[in-house]
């Protein structure tokens, strides 16, 4: 049985640091990935990175945020630096088998970034 469990989100002022972790048990998962979704707003894809370690970032996150995987642990980080309140969002993890599945979903962390 797949199960996508994400842990680490939080309150945290603007200017601040959180990481996420992202367990994904059940399967061999090639394609991880980070979204969020704010209130309001249609979900949107944050951050990507492959089983040999490559990786995407959208443009709003890029040189603040870091997404790395441990393959032998099946878990994937994402470490938000300079956070800033339009951050502020439900983080879910994807994780994939291959490229053409749509993945398993976890239920997401909140994330509040304060001014």
């Known amino acids: 049985q797949v199960q996508v469990v994400e842990s680490g989100g939080g309150l945290v002022q603007a200017g601040g640091s959180l990481r996420l972790s992202c367990a994904a048990s059940?399967?061999?998962?090639?394609?991880n990935a980070w979204y969020r979704q704010a209130p309001g707003k249609q979900r949107e894809l944050v951050a990507t990175?492959?089983?040999?370690?490559?990786?995407n970032y959208a443009d709003s996150v890029k040189g603040r945020f870091t997404i790395s995987r441990d393959n032998a642990k099946n878990t994937v980080d994402l470490q938000m630096n300079s956070l800033k309140p339009e951050d502020t969002a439900v983080y879910i993890c994807?994780?994939?088998?291959?490229?053409?599945?749509?993945?398993?979903w976890g239920q997401g962390t909140q994330v509040t970034v304060s001014s």
């Open positions: 990175i492959t089983s040999l370690g490559s990786t």
């Open positions: 994807n994780a994939r088998i291959s490229a053409w599945d749509t993945g398993y």
């Open positions: 059940g399967s061999i998962f090639r394609f």
